[in-house]
């Protein structure tokens, strides 16, 4: 008993040891375990402080501009004529412009648990590590879509410890400081997809030309199948490989529970088109209206602040008339005439509608045996409507007789149609002909002009427009002639002298104004990236000729009858149930042709020929640019109403 005793008290006795003993390991465990805690807190302190003292702040994303391309739009601002980036392409979106499934694709595939994390996914990260372990090399990031959007707004592409850090710091902050979806709009816009394009607004422009808010689910997964590696994805480049990482992308979706499967897998059976970027729509005008843009904002200005550009351009008829020059070159070339160019504008406000300076301009810039644009038949880069210098022959008369009309002659007033030797004019005599070889004798200026008599031109000018050929070339630069250059001749009438076509266009709406110019317009206003106006156009009419002048022009050159002994009664000039006052024009070794008219609505001009001024067979403007011309007003006649040119009262030839 006094065994058993002693047994008992020994074996208590060391169990209060051994109870004492654990008791002071677990103090001694607990204590390391604060300490290497507090170590491990305080070391991460220390990092975060280190680290993150000269790291931007994430609040700059509320001031952050994003380097967004400049647009230049056709009128109804739904056609992108051109995109003038640097290295980003980027038009800014709100997320409400961008379809739930695109969102849905990014968040699955991306950042899966985007929404419940603190702006870094512990769970994931282990995961890809484990995953990379696994595979022996390293694939699969981890990283979220705060953390993506910091590295590639802040931090370089570097993988390093330190770069990672950094990364980790501001994602939390950037989190703690900014909603979920705001987050998400700032990424989406701001992560590349190949081919310069930046944010999903640009790729879906330049993948499928359309609005990212139109996509379809399965141009949403490859979008989103672009984000991970864009430059090898490209469509036009691993296209197998970037429908086989979309099927991915629908999986995740599955996976996500944003699509049941039955859905994905008719959705990978889409068959899908990728656009060709198109760079640049109507060439001559856009790069008419973008060398505007360089001189007055600078080209580093429009590649990074994102304006958006309105034009006057009418997509529809800009597109008419390329097809109409492009068939109209093709039938001439048996006229040895290879180069052609048309612009339209509305005479009441100046605005370019279509302008083509050329025919084919993404053809060879160099044919063969061409060195330059001078000597070249065809040169399409060269816009002949705004830099060629080109005599109109006829076609300048009717500044000649607005002249005399405004000196109180009418279209009954008569001249004596004859050979005539006009005098010694640049050191030889100045004997003219007219163009069919006859002479009609006593004819109206009516019967003169609507004919195009030549002699009897010459005459109007000197006898009736002036006493000084000045007077008809004041009359031409108040219309909008600018190139005309002293000394002058009487061969001015016939169109001896260079001008521009765009300029006689301009000039022509003068008259379907009855007398009120306004120069032409490009732009009708530039917008910021936020939508604020910075350029509008606010260009006036502005009275340069008086009205009577004017209705007897309109009157005579849409007199069909009149015109009828020299051109036919069904000639290119003539529209079926629309009036419309049109002149032609031939220089005299014919190497230009041209035809202008216009309707109160509409001016159009048409030129053809080469630019190395190579003769055309002897054919006339009627012929070489009247198809052109006709087929062009044809069209463009029907999107405006018929309006007729008020007829000039003969009792009032000096109606101001």
């Known amino acids: 008993m006094a065994k058993r005793r002693i047994y008992r008290k020994t074996y208590k006795r060391k169990k209060r040891v051994k109870k004492r003993i654990n008791l002071d390991s677990i103090i001694k465990i607990a204590k390391l375990f604060f300490y290497c805690s507090l170590f491990v807190i305080l070391f991460s302190l220390f990092l975060f402080i280190y680290y993150g003292k000269d790291l931007p702040r994430p609040e700059k994303f509320s001031e952050k501009q994003f380097i967004e391309s400049t647009k230049i739009y056709d009128r109804t601002g739904e056609i992108v004529l051109y995109d003038i980036y640097g290295e980003e392409k980027r038009t800014y979106v709100s997320l409400s412009e961008m379809p739930e499934h695109l969102k849905q694709a990014v968040i699955a595939t991306e950042d899966a648990n985007f929404y419940n994390h603190f702006g870094i996914d512990i769970p994931g990260i282990i995961r890809s590590i484990l995953a990379d372990l696994k595979i022996g090399r390293p694939v699969y990031g981890g990283s979220t879509i705060p953390q993506q959007l910091i590295r590639s707004s802040f931090l370089s592409l570097e993988k390093t410890a330190q770069r990672k850090i950094r990364e980790v710091i501001l994602a939390l902050e950037l989190d703690r400081r900014y909603s979920k979806d705001q987050i998400l709009e700032w990424y989406l816009n701001q992560v590349p997809f190949g081919s310069n394009a930046y944010g999903v607004e640009a790729a879906s422009q330049t993948f499928f030309q359309k609005p990212v808010s139109e ?304 120069s032409p317009v490009t732009i009708l206003r530039i917008e910021d990236s936020k939508g604020n106006i910075i350029e509008e156009n606010k260009k006036t009419q502005k009275r340069v000729l008086s009205i009577q002048p004017c209705r007897i022009i309109n009157n005579i050159l849409s007199d069909n009858e009149a015109r009828a002994p020299m051109f036919g009664w069904n000639s290119q000039l003539y529209f079926k149930d629309y009036q419309v006052a049109a002149k032609t024009g031939t220089t005299q070794n014919y190497q230009d042709a041209w035809a202008i008219g216009y309707s109160p609505s509409i001016v159009t001009g048409v030129w053809v020929g080469n630019n190395d001024n190579t003769p055309m067979k002897e054919k006339p403007g009627v012929v070489l640019a009247g198809p052109i011309f006709h087929n062009f007003m044809e069209q463009a006649l029907k999107k405006y109403p018929q309006e007729n040119f008020t007829p000039p009262k003969p009792s009032d030839t000096n109606l101001p």
């Open 215 to 518: 996509i379809s689910v399965a141009q949403a997964a490859i979008l989103t199948s672009l984000i991970q590696a864009p430059s090898y994805l490209s469509p036009y480049q691993n296209k197998q490989e970037l429908l086989e990482r979309k099927d991915y992308v629908l999986n995740r979706m599955v996976q996500e529970g944003y699509l049941i499967k039955q859905e994905a897998e008719l959705i990978k059976k889409e068959e899908l088109e990728f656009k060709k970027p198109i760079i640049l729509k109507a060439p001559y005008f856009t790069l008419y209206v973008k060398s505007y843009l360089d001189n007055k904002y600078g080209q580093d200005f429009l590649r990074e602040n994102g304006l958006r550009v309105y034009t006057s351009l009418d997509w529809e008829l800009q597109e008419a008339a390329e097809y109409i020059i492009e068939q109209g070159v093709k039938a001439n070339k048996y006229n040895n005439a290879h180069n052609a160019a048309l612009v339209s504008i509305n005479p009441k406000t100046g605005e370019i509608l279509a302008m083509v300076g050329g025919a084919g301009y993404f053809e060879d810039p160099y044919p063969p045996n061409c060195i330059s644009e001078e000597t070249c038949k065809f040169s399409p880069q060269f816009n002949v409507t705004t830099l060629g210098l080109r005599q109109p022959g006829s076609s300048f008369k009717p500044f000649v007789y607005a002249t005399a009309f405004k000196n109180g002659f009418t279209p009954d007033t008569t001249v004596i149609d004859e050979e005539t030797n006009f005098g010694v004019w640049g050191g030889k005599e100045y004997i003219p002909g007219n163009y069919d070889g006859f002479y009609r004798g006593e004819i109206t200026l009516r019967q003169a002009l609507s004919q195009s008599i030549n002699v009897a031109s010459v005459k109007v000018l000197l006898e009736m427009a002036g006493p000084e050929i000045d007077n008809s070339v004041k009359t031409a630069q108040d219309l909008g002639i600018t190139t005309l250059k002293p000394p002058y001749g009487p061969s001015i009438v016939l169109g001896g002298w260079e001008v521009k076509l765009l300029d006689m266009v301009s000039a022509y709406g003068v008259f379907a104004t009855e007398g009120l110019k306004v």
